[in-house]
Each structure stands twice: as C-alpha cells, then as structure tokens.
C-alpha cells in the first residue's frame, strides 16, 4: 500500500534532495537572488537578446561516479546538459568539455563517451580543457543554447497542472537511481523526442517546467515550487513508474524527464504530444496557493517540505 507518510519522511532525509541545498550557500556567498542576470536556479543560465535568449547550462560529475562508470559519465555529460537547455524551451548549440585524468587511457573512455553522445544529439563539442596527469579522473561540461520562448522555473500558477513527461523505454543502470532510456536507440529517436520541448514551448503551452534530475519527481517539485513562491500536491496514485516501484521512481533520475506546469486546459494536448513519440505523460498533481510540497493518496495527505519555513534553494 502507498503511504504518504513514509515516503514524505523517506525523502525529507534523502541525501540527493538535501544535496541542492548547496545552491543556497553558493548563491549566499555569490550574492546571487532571483533577481539577478540569468536567473540563478533554473536549468540553465537564461541571458536575454533581441531574438530571444541565450542559455548556458554546466554539470560537474562526482569523481567516483567518473572512475567507476567513465564511457558513462562522458555521456552524460552531453545528456544532463542538453536536457537543461530542453528544459528552458532551447536548442542546444555548443558543449565544451574539462577532462582531468591520469592517463590518456583513462581520458579515452570518457572522452569515447561524450563523443558518441555528441553524436546522438548532434551538439558540437567545440572546446575545452584537459589535463592527463592528475591523480584521479574528474570531468565537467558547460552547454550552449538557444531559446525563442523560454521555459521557466519561476512563472508556476496556482490553478496549474503538474505534468511528469518520462521515457520509461529504458532501465535502470546497475544498482544506481539513473535511468537510461537512450542504450541502443538510435539517435534519430533521441532527437525527435527532445525537439518536443523546445516545440511545445513555442506554441505557448506551458506555464512553467524543470527537468527531473538529482532527487527525482520529489526533489524537482520542491525546487518549481519554491523558485515559482507556490505549493505543489502531488497525487502518488497517478504516477506510472516502469517496474512498479513507486518509491523508487519518485526518487529515480531519468535521461528523459521533465515536470511541467501548464493550465489545465492545455494538459491534454501537451500529453498527446508526448504520446505520439511514446513518451509517458501525465497530470501528477497540481499547482496550488502556499509554500508547501504535499503527497496524497486516497485521502492521506502528508508534508514533504515547507519552503517557506526551511528556504531549500533559498532563492
């Protein structure tokens, strides 16, 4: 039976939803707010031009992931990116790359990576940095992009439907959270599917979005909803998970993922849009007035996190 309760608690101590608290004393110490150019805590870094915006996105890796999983890593360092720059309603132009390690063998696998994502996606790798004479390999990627008509993590409406958009065509990697719905598909596929963001957001259909990252469904609505200054109910009996661990879904890191606001009347054909490519979507829960992140199943109701009373961003 789904409980509420337990998974609330589960994730107010889940080390992947508390590790974003770092980006409120970065931002303390960087004296960054909400108000500042490119608006600090949405995927990617927005600066606007007079044809729209410019994006700019970076992830850094944790070495023991880099070491264990370096073909891995590389990829993702394509992947993670470009799925911030989807997730502001962009179109990714450009990825530089630092590469440390100490050999060039070790640096292969990595690089070996991102080049074949590179290719995947299509996005240039056009610089970066390496060093192969470091005492362990550590990797980190910046991404280019562009935007007609941006997506946001700070205009979420009460009144809005919150829509989880998943690629459940995949598994999961080993024993970890990451679920990798890109293996042995080809990227004609992976392409099409990530033109839908970008596309959608040009017809105006969302209000609001982030991609679903570190601390999964759960850790991505806490950060909409602060960024946006409003509560989020989600609903546990609406989300479809693909092996029927919900638990384990809420938290999962997917390579395709994405929490939407949107208003209701446009729900339905931002779904179907998904649906078309065979992408799970699907209204989760709703926007509403507060500061809170609640689940609810068959009338229990329980609080994640009040962000009001304990700033998990701070922004």
């Not at 990829?75 to 790359?97: F, P, Y």
């Not at 690089?111 to 994502?117: K, N, P, V």
């Not at 996606?121 to 192969?132: E, M």
Request: aromatic share 8%; glycine share 10%.
């Amino acid at each position: 039976m789904i409980s509420p309760a337990s998974i609330a608690a589960a994730f107010a101590k889940n080390p992947d939803l508390l590790g974003k608290k770092d980006i409120n004393h970065t931002c303390s110490e960087l004296g960054l707010t909400r108000k500042s150019i490119g608006f600090p805590g949405d995927d990617a870094a927005a600066i606007p031009d007079k044809n729209g915006w410019q994006l700019v996105a970076m992830e850094g890796f944790m070495n023991e992931f880099v070491a264990a999983e370096p073909w891995f890593a590389g990829w993702c360092a394509v992947m993670v990116n470009h799925s911030d720059i989807l997730a502001m309603g962009g179109r990714a132009t450009g990825l530089t790359n630092a590469v440390w390690a100490p050999n060039r063998n070790t640096a292969s696998e990595i690089l070996r990576g991102m080049s074949e994502a590179s290719k995947a996606y299509r996005i240039p790798i056009v610089g970066g940095h390496t060093n192969f004479n470091t005492d362990r390999p550590q990797l980190a990627a910046t991404i280019f992009g562009k935007a007609e008509s941006l997506i946001t993590s700070f205009e979420a409406k009460p009144g809005d439907a919150l829509i989880a958009a998943t690629d459940q065509r995949g598994s999961y990697v080993g024993a970890s959270k990451n679920f990798a719905a890109f293996l042995q598909v080809p990227g004609e596929r992976l392409r099409k599917d990530c033109e839908l963001l970008p596309s959608m957001a040009e017809r105006g259909l969302f209000t609001a979005g982030k991609d679903i990252s570190q601390g999964g469904i759960v850790g991505t609505a806490l950060m909409l909803a602060e960024c946006s200054k409003v509560g989020i109910e989600i609903d546990l009996e609406s989300i479809k998970s693909p092996d029927g661990e919900l638990e384990k879904w809420l938290g999962a890191f997917p390579s395709y993922g994405f929490l939407l606001a949107a208003r209701p009347d446009k729900s339905e054909s931002i779904t179907s849009v998904f649906h078309s490519r065979e992408i799970d979507a699907r209204v989760i829960g709703q926007v509403v007035e507060g500061t809170s992140l609640h689940l609810f199943c068959k009338g229990e109701r329980h609080l994640v996190w009040n962000h009001s009373t304990e700033p998990y961003l701070g922004l």
